[in-house]
């Protein structure tokens, strides 16, 4: 698997938590309303988000897209089981497939847990038989969601 190897590990002040929260919420929020926020300076702020950055804490800014307004509201994570530690070839596979969100390397029975949006459940069906074709994939199971009930990472 090509997951990012771990650097030294970063004390975090109670500040970079605050700043960290607030930065998941909206990462375009201007420097100076965060100052505000937090009760320090503009350059402060400007300071520790490089700080920030610089140790690998702070990895990059994202969209958060709303895949109702996109019609792609239909969810589903599927554990996947591999055969002989094929990793990389299901790797592979897995990210030329637009409807993969994104895979988790997990413990237990299954290998992988697959995030995946569609609009349709006739979308989701082939895309999940595409994943039962990769070679190397020996086994999966899926749930679809009905609701999600809360989400930090896509909190506004």
Known sequence: MDAPKPGPLFNL???DRQLLNLLQANAREPTASLA?????????????????EKAGVITGYS???????LHQN?????MTSCTNKSYIDVM????????????YAVSGESDFII???TSTLSELNAELTRIN?????AHTSSHIVMETKF???WAE
């Not at 239909?74 to 599927?78: A, G, L, P, S």
């Not at 596979?93 to 895979?103: D, F, T």
């Not at 074709?133 to 994939?137: A, Q, R, T, Y």
């Open 115 to 117: 995030h995946l949006a």
């Open 74 to 78: 239909i969810n589903c994570f599927t």
């Open 133 to 137: 074709l990769i070679k190397g994939v």
């Open 13 to 15: 002040t109670d500040k």
């Open 92 to 103: 592979t596979s897995l990210r030329k497939m637009e409807a993969v969100q994104a895979v």
């Open 36 to 52: 505000r926020k937090l009760g320090v300076s503009r350059s402060a702020v400007q300071e520790r988000i490089a700080r920030l």
């Open 151 to 153: 989400s930090r990472k």
């Open 63 to 69: 969209v958060r897209i709303d895949q109702d307004r």
